[in-house]
């Protein structure tokens, strides 16, 4: 089921307020907004880069090899392609 980014941020500041304001509810706090700032940047595709030596493929966030040229999401980082432009 796909939400949208403002269901997923009302959720987050339901939960936000549920959490006590101790130190451990402000850790949670940091690491669900890390969370979703992480979910955030991958919807976003960018442009694969092809490393002009060898002709590789490879991940534009994590500058991992891409083994196969129809993956849609680096295996790695989880960051989403965009093959428009070189293929």
């Given amino acids: 089921m796909k939400y949208t980014k403002r269901e997923i941020i009302s959720a987050y500041r339901i ?3 549920n959490i006590q304001q ?3 509810g402000w ?6 907004s890390d969370v979703l ?3 955030f940047s991958r919807i976003e595709g960018e442009i ?8 590789s493929f490879r ?4 500058n991992t090899v891409i ?4 993956d849609h999401y680096c295996r790695d980082c989880g960051q989403k392609f965009d093959w428009r432009e070189t293929r």
């Fill in 48 to 55: 694969v880069v092809v490393d002009p030596k060898c002709g």
């Fill in 59 to 62: 991940c534009p966030k994590c």
């Fill in 67 to 70: 083994t196969s040229r129809y």
């Fill in 37 to 39: 700032d992480d979910y």
């Fill in 15 to 17: 939960l936000t307020k």
């Fill in 27 to 32: 850790r949670g706090k940091m690491i669900l």
């Fill in 22 to 24: 101790n130190d451990l």
